[in-house]
Structure formats: structure tokens, C-alpha cells
């Protein structure tokens, strides 16, 4: 049964504890699970032939809950969560190489600064390389896909400078090369579900706005169930046996009864490469993100109310050169928004704006009082951030400038407090400047 999001936070993957009719999920705080029954069974579980719980560092049931409700919430064919945003966007991408030197990744040019450095340095020294199409254009992710291409890659809106991505035409694309579209829509969940654009893959960063509360580190990996690897030459790894586990192909693993058996690709992840690297979440902050995602949907729709409050306000002022934010974009941006983003949430809680130069920029920042300077978006409380001091520093500066980040920039993230309290503050800071 396909759940409305507001119900599928509360209700999906999981009713009550089987042993104590509890209604909220435990958590499963252990390592192991007591390996009872027939052998023949217990080896069934270990080949993915059934369900079953092995070890934490591949499944947990705490996590698993979290897995299944996140899932339902985005319409997804299943979920994978792992240790954090980070690796998340890791995992889902290494998850499609081939295994050989050469694939490549066509990327867009606006990203967050560590998924940058990541992209164009960690993966091209596991010999996968990177190209860099524009957004605005999509005909250029199809001129730069070769048969080396594993997947188009993108954020839904881009952090920080809030670049909208044509989800539904690169998924399009993709399509017609058989290439599978990963978003990483961290800064939109529930304004934005890419699995209703066309999108394969989805990855958050669960630690900003589904966590809610700056606590807890976290990142989920979706399958929207939008791509078939069979039979696709440039995915061998899911089309011949695996060595990586035991032979097989995970094409044929999938089945149409158990739990984890809905996607290939999950399977896959789940199996090598969260197994092999240890990039495990950790069943109480899968706990605290499962308490998140029940608020999100209230928390959306505020964050976004009051993000359109004051970027509208921040247009207005005479000390501020340039305000970016999806809620005020004209022309083609405009075009692509409206297509991407659910707007009854809004149009998200991030505005970037630019004051004159990098030493406004940071008197602005020593200025604040109410809100928050730290490098984390997505918490409850108004978050301010210099990009140029901190999430972009190790990003050269004509490339950071080429995305749009320049030494006067300053991004928010809305909070849910009173918006005459935000509004305040910033006057505040810009006055001081």
C-alpha cells in the first residue's frame, strides 16, 4: 500500500515489537544474532537465498526499520542505511564500477565541497574519473556519456549555491544509454521525491534534515526501482558471478518474498561493499533518525515558510548584492523548479546571498548572535555558514568560483523559530558590515 508521506514517517516497515508489543521501535543495541535452526537455513541466509540477521555491520533490525520506512516515504523500491551522507553518495556510486580502470562519472559542476573533493579525487584513485556537465545544459551530460559512463550524478539543489538540476531530462538521458541518474537530494527531502522524476538512485545525508536536531550522523541510500542491470554490459559485476560473493549473480537474487530481496543494486551494496568497508550505522542513531523522520514533514513545511521570508527580505536589503533561492528563481531555473520540487513544502530552507566581498562575508559571520555558525545544514535552528572559510576551503578557487561560491557569500539554513527572531538577527549582522 502506497502511504502519503505524512503517514508513511509514522506507520511504514514497522507495527509493534513482536515480544513486547511495543510501539515505538527498540533499539536492537547488539553485534550478533544467535544463529538457531536448520543449517541448511542459516546457509540460505548468509547466501541472500533468505531473510535473517547475520551481524550488525550488514543488518540490524533497529536499522532495518529505518531502512523500510524511508523507503515508503520516498516511494522507493528499498533503502540502505549507512554510516553517514558521505558514504553514502561513496557507496551508491563504487556500487556501479565495473571493477576496471576507466568507468567515469558525469557529474554536475555544483556540488558540496566534500562531495566535490570526493568525485574528483578519492574516486579517481579507484581509476573511476569524473566529467563535469552543465545543468543548465542538459545536452551535455549526453554529449560527455561514453560505455564507460556508470551513472549521471547531481544534487537536486545544489549546496550552497542552490543550482536547480533538470532531474527529469538527465533521467530521460540516462535512460536512452542506459546510464542510471543518482541525486543526492539531501537539501529537499519530501519537497522534492525523485523517484516520481525518473531518478534510479537517491542519497541523503540523514544527519541534517531527517535527523533534524544536529545529533546524529546518518546517511540513507534509495532505490527508486527506476533501472534494470540485466543484461547491461557496462554493470558486469551484476550480470556474471561476483566473486566478492561467493559466485553470485544479483540479478538472480532478487525475489518476490522476503524483506530484503526488492533490489538488486541494494543487495549488492549491502553485501560487498558496506560489508567490506564498515561504513555501518550505528543502531541507536538509526533509532534517533527513525524520531526525526516522524516530525519531517512538519518541519519541512515550516523550514521552507520561513526560508521564503527571508530570502524575500534579504532581496530587499541594501547591503546584500545577490540572494539565491529557489522560491525567487526566473526563466529557466524557474522552469526547472517548478517541475522538480513538490511547492506545497515550498521550495526548500537553504538561501544563499552575497555581500560585497570576502571581508564583509566574514564580519557578517563574527556578528551574529541567534543563529548559529557551524558547517552543518538542516538542523531545527537557523545554521549560517562563510562557504569560502569552511565547507569549500579545500576547493581550488577558480573552480569553486566557476560554481558560483565567491569570498562574500553566505548560506543559511532556516530554521523552524520565529521568523521575526531570524529577521532580527540578520539586520543585526548586516548592519554591521
Keep these: 500500500m502506497c502511504l502519503p508521506a505524512e503517514t508513511a514517517v509514522l506507520h511504514a516497515g514497522y507495527r509493534r515489537d513482536p515480544a513486547t508489543k511495543a510501539v515505538a521501535v527498540p533499539i536492537y543495541q547488539n553485534t550478533a544474532y544467535e544463529l538457531d535452526g536448520d543449517l541448511s537455513h542459516i546457509a540460505d541466509v548468509y547466501n541472500v537465498k533468505a531473510d535473517g540477521f547475520t551481524y550488525t555491520r550488514i543488518i540490524n533490525p533497529t536499522t532495518r526499520a529505518l531502512e523500510k520506512r524511508y523507503a515508503a516515504v520516498d516511494m522507493g523500491r528499498d533503502s540502505l542505511a549507512v554510516a553517514s551522507g558521505q558514504a553514502a553518495t561513496f557507496l551508491a556510486i563504487v556500487n556501479l564500477s565495473s571493477g576496471d580502470v576507466g568507468d567515469n562519472v558525469v557529474a554536475s559542476p555544483y556540488l558540496y565541497g566534500n562531495t566535490w573533493n570526493l568525485l574528483h579525487n578519492t574516486l579517481k584513485r579507484l581509476g573511476i574519473s569524473v566529467r563535469t556537465a552543465d545543468p543548465r545544459r542538459p545536452e551535455t551530460f549526453e554529449r560527455a556519456i561514453d560505455d ?157 515558510a520561513n526560508a521564503s521570508i527571508v530570502a524575500n527580505a534579504l532581496k530587499q536589503h541594501p547591503k546584500v548584492r545577490r540572494v539565491f533561492y529557489p522560491g525567487l528563481f526566473e526563466g529557466a531555473d524557474r522552469e526547472i523548479v517548478e517541475q522538480t520540487l513538490n511547492t506545497a513544502y515550498g521550495y526548500g530552507a537553504m538561501v544563499m546571498f552575497e555581500v560585497e566581498d570576502e571581508q564583509a562575508g566574514r564580519k557578517f559571520i563574527q556578528n551574529v548572535e541567534l543563529m548559529y555558525h557551524v558547517s552543518n545544514v538542516g538542523d531545527a535552528r537557523t545554521l549560517v555558514t562563510h562557504p569560502v572559510s569552511t565547507t569549500h576551503t579545500t576547493v581550488p578557487r577558480e573552480k569553486r568560483e566557476a560554481a558560483g561560491i565567491f569570498g562574500g557569500s553566505i548560506r543559511l539554513c532556516v530554521g523552524i523559530e520565529d521568523v521575526n527572531d531570524i529577521l532580527r538577527d540578520l539586520e543585526k549582522a548586516l548592519s554591521a558590515i
Design 148 to 304: 564507460r559512463t556508470i551513472c549521471l550524478f547531481g544534487e537536486v539543489i545544489s549546496n550552497p549555491c542552490l543550482i536547480p538540476l533538470p532531474v527529469k531530462q538527465l533521467a530521460e538521458i540516462g535512460r536512452r544509454y542506459g546510464v542510471p541518474l543518482v541525486v543526492d537530494n539531501t537539501t529537499t527531502p519530501l519537497v522534492c521525491r525523485p523517484a516520481d522524476l525518473g531518478a534510479a538512485i537517491t542519497t541523503y545525508s540523514a544527519t541534517k534534515y531527517i535527523s533534524g536536531h544536529g545529533t546524529t550522523l546518518g546517511g540513507l541510500i534509495v532505490d527508486n526501482g527506476e533501472f534494470s542491470y540485466r543484461g547491461a554490459s557496462r554493470f558486469p559485476l551484476f550480470n556474471r558471478p561476483d566473486e566478492a560473493h561467493g559466485g553470485i549473480v544479483w540479478h538472480n537474487a532478487v525475489r518476490d518474498v522476503g524483506d530484503l530481496g526488492k533490489s538488486e543494486f541494494l543487495l549488492k551494496a549491502r553485501m560487498t561493499w558496506l560489508r567490506d568497508t564498515g561504513a555501518a550505522i550505528a543502531p541507536f542513531a538509526s533509532f534517533q533518525l527513525i524520531q526525526g523522520l516522524e516530525t519531517l514533514p512538519l518541519r519541512m513545511k515550516q523550514h521552507c
